[in-house]
């Protein structure tokens, strides 16, 4: 299994630019998360779907952030425009639901610098 | 969420076990205990979880008090490559879906030779 996948791996931006992250979860999996990593606030989940559908974005930090999931097999995190302080490390994360494990499965990351 | 608290780090030798504990006293009757590591420049993965009975897998063993508020995390022998940030975190299933994960500040772990 090739494991979550995400895209790019590391991205550097100039200020006001927009960013857009990509991320594949697991085939067969129907629920897929959005993390944002940062030394000052560590892991925090910015905006899960189950089935495609978003159903809690309460992390999502402002109106600059949006993300979406078109169908199963795809995933985008966007920022527009991009400020310094979005500089993180973002995860994207998918599990399959349904009895005790709901284990989640995370990608390698995309590693956000906003100069 | 119920709210765990781990210590913030700890070392051990290489080789030697390490006891990861875990405190979470206002858990609820449905929640499992899950545990996540982190390594370096890595994202987090799955270690073990468990509901009420000990659990034992290839990475790691988990033991669950009986009243169910406090657990530890046990790796057996300790090296070099279990340098993480281990998380202990509770999750209450959903059916048809998997329930999010929120994420404390975990314990770093140093091995050393």
């Known amino acids: 299994d090739a494991g979550v996948i995400q895209s790019p791996r590391h991205e550097v931006t100039e200020m006001g630019q927009e960013v857009t992250l990509r991320c594949k979860p697991i085939?067969?999996?129907?629920?897929l998360f959005w993390y944002r990593q940062t030394m000052m606030r560590g892991l925090e989940l910015l905006i899960y779907?189950?089935?495609?559908?978003?159903?809690?974005d309460s992390g999502m930090p402002e109106d600059r952030f949006s993300a979406k999931m078109p169908n199963a097999s795809f995933s985008t995190l966007k920022i527009q425009p991009s400020e310094p302080r979005d500089s993180a490390v973002y995860f994207c994360a998918s599990g399959i639901g349904g009895g005790s494990g709901n284990t989640i499965y995370f990608g390698e990351g995309s590693w956000l610098t906003v100069v | 969420d119920a709210k765990t608290t781990q210590p913030n780090s700890m070392e051990s030798n290489e080789e030697e076990p390490v006891h990861l504990p875990c405190n979470h006293s206002t858990i609820s009757g449905t929640d499992y205990i899950h545990w996540y590591r982190q390594l370096p420049s890595q994202g987090p993965e799955y270690v073990i979880h468990g509901l009420t009975s000990n659990v034992n897998n290839r990475m790691a063993s988990l033991a669950i008090a009986e009243d169910r508020k406090s657990s530890t995390l046990i790796l057996h022998r300790a090296t070099l490559r279990d340098a993480a940030v281990y998380y202990c975190?509770?999750?209450?299933?959903?059916?048809?879906?998997?329930?999010?994960?929120?994420f404390g500040t975990g314990t770093r772990l140093q091995v050393t030779l």
């Open positions: 779907f189950n089935n495609n559908v978003p159903i809690d």
């Open positions: 085939s067969g999996h129907n629920s």
């Open positions: 975190i509770l999750r209450d299933p959903l059916t048809g879906t998997a329930s999010k994960l929120t």
